[in-house]
């Protein structure tokens, strides 16, 4: 992988393990990472947790991952999937600074 692509891989592991343990503190992770077609996909799903921790974040993180993604050139996408928590980035490899 190009070093910028590696770089943004990290941190969407790092950030979205950040806000697994933040809103579902001991539930398992699962992190999955595919390259095919000059495209790196990085995927971190958490369950849910049953009662739904809101704490006071100001989405920074998330902000600033979206931001690093596109600044690549990829895409990332947030959010509940079923009673999964998802992180998807595709980080392409060509064109990354």
């Known amino acids: ?28 992770v699962r992190i999955d990472l ?5 495209t790196t996909t990085v995927t971190v799903t ?7 921790r809101r704490g006071p974040g100001s989405r920074a ?9 596109r600044l690549i050139g990829g895409t990332v996408s947030t959010g509940a999937r079923g009673d999964l928590f998802e992180v998807v980035a595709a980080l392409p490899h060509r064109g990354a600074p």
């Open 1 to 28: 992988m190009p070093e910028p692509v590696d770089r943004a891989a990290y941190r969407v592991v790092q950030e979205a393990l950040t806000n697994a343990v933040k809103h579902a503190p001991a539930a398992p």
């Open 61 to 69: 993180g998330l902000d600033g991952l979206h931001e690093r993604v």
């Open 46 to 52: 958490n369950p849910l947790p049953s009662a739904r």
């Open 34 to 38: 595919s390259t095919a077609d000059g």
